[in-house]
């Protein structure tokens, strides 16, 4: 049996992502089929992204939001409990 030790490379965080957006805080109303929406702080939860998680800007702010979600993206929640700021999820599509 081979014991092979685990070894990590050292990278800056510019060589492994290729930008940092931040959203805005837009006003919106509760609805989980409506669009363009704004993701609730709920749609980020322990590793699991859930885009249901959503409710609908209202018209009068639809010019102030700001970032798009694509697969492939990485979300790190901003703010609710102290236990959930930092919350980081995987877009997968």
Same mark, same amino acid.
């Given at each position: 049996?081979?014991?092979?030790?685990?070894?990590?490379?050292?990278?800056?965080?510019?060589?492994l992502?290729?930008?940092?957006?931040?959203?805005?805080?837009?006003r919106?109303?509760?609805?989980?089929?409506?669009?363009?929406? !704004?993701?609730k702080t709920?749609a980020l939860?322990?590793?699991?992204f859930?885009?249901?998680?959503?409710?609908?800007?209202?018209?009068?702010?639809?010019?102030?939001?700001?970032?798009e979600?694509?697969?492939?993206?990485?979300?790190?929640?901003?703010?609710n409990?102290?236990d959930?700021?930092?919350?980081t !999820?995987? !877009?997968?599509?």
């Open positions: 049996m081979v014991n092979a030790k685990l070894q990590w490379d050292t990278r800056l965080l510019g060589q992502i290729q930008s940092i957006d931040t959203g805005t805080s837009v919106s109303r509760s609805s989980n089929s409506s669009y363009p929406a !704004v993701l709920s939860s322990f590793g699991r859930d885009a249901s998680e959503r409710k609908a800007i209202l018209s009068e702010d639809l010019d102030r939001r700001k970032c979600i694509f697969a492939g993206d990485i979300l790190i929640s901003r703010m409990t102290p959930r700021v930092g919350a !999820v995987f !877009v997968e599509s």
